[in-house]
Each structure stands twice: as structure tokens, then as C-alpha cells.
């Protein structure tokens, strides 16, 4: 199947290797196999970059219901890359500051960036226990865990394309953009939580 996935990839249908790699992947499941092994490892990757081509084919959501539908396929795209990392990174079959582990967790720290709705409740991590996350989290701490992911990749791409390199400085401006947003986003936390104290107590808070 991982053969026949790929190769309708090659002729430009994607929807049937999605398919195919998400039927290869269920077959495989029950076995107690590493994430780094061969074809789950392939297999993986070639899934995550599947649902990816996915996610961005869709619209954007003009309801409710679409606007769930893309948080489910947002979310099951994070979990399909950290699975990749975990397979690249943990099992350690490539070596620190390795162009594929750099490569791996940048697609992951990129996707966390994605919108969902911040009320919509998280989703069973896969591969992210390591960060410290059981849950793929919503809201801003969903951007602390893409900013840690994306240190993380900067760090590596570094090591394996060099300092001065297009995708480190991509990355490198990301993740300084992120960590803006995500102050921003504490100093907002912080004010609110101020109003409603005050509002307890009777009295006013300031910043």
C-alpha cells in the first residue's frame, strides 16, 4: 500500500494516496511498532504531507460546522507531523542538528500556528508527551508549544543548513514574531484577570 500510495501521489491524486496511507497506517497499528521502523516511518511521512496538501486545499469556514471540520483536520495534521518527529527525533536514527529532524519539526511548529477556535476543546496529543502536552492545547498555549517546537527546529536547522540559511531565517523570523504574539497575548490574560478581581472586590486594578 505504501507503494500504491506513492505512486498516486506521482499521478496528482492525492485524495486516493491519502487513502491509501490512511488504510496502511490503521493495518499497522495494532502492532507494537517503533516510530522510527520501516514502512511505518515512510508511511508516516508521507501521511503528514498528505494532510497538509489537505489542509490547504480547503475553504475558509463560513459556519460554525466548517469551522469545527477544520479544526478536526488542523488537529489531525499535528498529530500525523508530531508522529514524524517523534520517528526522526526520539528514536534518535538521525543525529542532532540532522536537515530531516530540522525540517520535521519546523512543519510542526508552523502548523501549531494555525488558527482554531480557542474555546474548541484540545485533542489527544500524539508524540507531544515530550513537550510535556498529553493534549494538542488551544489558546495561547497552544503558541507557547509552537514556539517551543520552532526554538527547537531553529537550533537544528542551523546545525544542518548553516546559520545563513533561507529556512533558518524563515524560522528565525517566525518564531520571533510568535514570541511578540504571545506576550501580547499574556498582557491581554493579565488585564483580564486584573478586571475580574476588581470586579470581586469592589474596586479597580490598573496594569
Given at each position: 500500500?505504501?507503494?500504491?500510495?506513492?505512486?498516486?501521489?506521482?499521478?496528482?491524486?492525492?485524495?486516493?494516496?491519502?487513502?491509501?496511507?490512511?488504510?496502511?497506517?490503521?493495518?499497522?497499528?495494532?502492532?507494537?511498532?517503533h516510530k522510527s521502523s520501516d514502512p511505518f516511518l515512510a508511511l508516516s511521512r508521507l501521511h503528514g504531507a498528505l494532510l497538509i496538501h489537505e489542509l490547504g486545499t480547503l475553504p475558509?469556514?463560513?459556519?460554525?460546522?466548517?469551522?469545527?471540520?477544520?479544526?478536526?483536520?488542523?488537529?489531525?495534521?499535528?498529530?500525523?507531523?508530531?508522529?514524524?518527529?517523534?520517528?526522526?527525533?526520539?528514536?534518535?536514527?538521525?543525529?542532532?542538528?540532522?536537515?530531516?529532524?530540522?525540517?520535521?519539526?519546523?512543519?510542526?511548529?508552523?502548523?501549531?500556528?494555525?488558527?482554531?477556535?480557542?474555546?474548541?476543546?484540545?485533542?489527544?496529543?500524539?508524540?507531544?508527551?515530550?513537550?510535556?502536552?498529553?493534549?494538542?492545547?488551544?489558546?495561547?498555549?497552544?503558541?507557547?508549544?509552537?514556539?517551543?517546537?520552532?526554538?527547537?527546529?531553529?537550533?537544528?536547522?542551523?546545525?544542518?543548513?548553516?546559520?545563513?540559511?533561507?529556512?533558518?531565517?524563515?524560522?528565525?523570523?517566525?518564531?520571533?514574531?510568535?514570541?511578540?504574539?504571545?506576550?501580547?497575548?499574556?498582557?491581554?490574560?493579565?488585564?483580564?484577570?486584573?478586571?475580574?478581581?476588581?470586579?470581586?472586590?469592589?474596586?479597580?486594578?490598573?496594569?
Open positions: 500500500m505504501l507503494h500504491r500510495a506513492y505512486s498516486y501521489r506521482k499521478t496528482t491524486d492525492p485524495a486516493c494516496a491519502l487513502k491509501y496511507s490512511t488504510k496502511s497506517l490503521a493495518l499497522l497499528s495494532p502492532y507494537p511498532l475558509e469556514p463560513t459556519s460554525i460546522q466548517e469551522q469545527e471540520t477544520r479544526n478536526t483536520k488542523v488537529d489531525e495534521t499535528c498529530h500525523a507531523t508530531a508522529r514524524v518527529v517523534s520517528g526522526v527525533c526520539e528514536d534518535r536514527i538521525f543525529c542532532f542538528g540532522h536537515p530531516v529532524r530540522g525540517v520535521a519539526l519546523a512543519e510542526l511548529g508552523k502548523l501549531l500556528c494555525v488558527d482554531v477556535s480557542p474555546n474548541a476543546p484540545g485533542s489527544n496529543g500524539t508524540g507531544l508527551e515530550s513537550y510535556g502536552w498529553s493534549r494538542i492545547p488551544r489558546g495561547t498555549a497552544r503558541l507557547q508549544l509552537a514556539a517551543q517546537i520552532l526554538a527547537r527546529a531553529q537550533k537544528e536547522l542551523e546545525i544542518g543548513f548553516g546559520k545563513d540559511a533561507d529556512v533558518g531565517k524563515g524560522v528565525r523570523k517566525m518564531l520571533t514574531d510568535l514570541e511578540r504574539e504571545v506576550g501580547a497575548w499574556r498582557k491581554i490574560e493579565r488585564i483580564t484577570t486584573l478586571q475580574k478581581l476588581g470586579n470581586v472586590g469592589g474596586g479597580d486594578f490598573a496594569e
